[in-house]
């Protein structure tokens, strides 16, 4: 069974770091795409950040220049360093995979999240 397990999440003040990692467990195949979203209560989830196999990433506006996706293939393991935060409460941040099993079944797993809040 594949489980997507983050952490690093926390309590930071505006104009802060943070580091959230998420690890990605189980048997399978290969991971494919990885991405970080974040959803602020009762409004949508957003993507953040998206790192291909190959390490190319995209950001949305709104963090670019400010956060930085990564991943570590030998750990099965995305990261997003989240710098120059700006105030908005509190948000669930998601880990998002694309995971081949060993059969080369390709499905979409996600994690159980962890919460962000930026205080002013």
């Known amino acids: 069974q594949v489980q997507l397990v983050e952490s690093g999440g926390g309590l930071v003040q505006a104009g802060g770091s943070l580091r959230l990692s998420c690890a990605a467990s189980?048997?399978?195949?290969?991971?494919?795409?990885m991405a970080w979203y974040r959803q602020a209560p009762g409004k949508q989830r957003d993507l953040v950040a998206v790192?291909?196999?190959?390490?190319?990433?995209n950001y949305a506006d709104s963090v670019k220049g400010r956060f930085t996706i990564s991943r570590d293939n030998t750990k099965n393991t995305v990261y997003l360093q989240m710098n120059s935060m700006k105030p908005g409460g509190k948000a669930g941040h998601y880990c998002?995979?694309?995971?081949?099993?060993?059969?080369?079944?390709?499905?979409?797993?996600w994690g159980q999240g962890t919460q962000v809040t930026v205080s002013s």
């Open positions: 189980g048997s399978f195949f290969s991971i494919n795409a």
């Open positions: 790192i291909t196999s190959t390490s190319s990433t």
């Open positions: 998002n995979a694309g995971i081949k099993t060993k059969s080369r079944k390709a499905f979409n797993y």
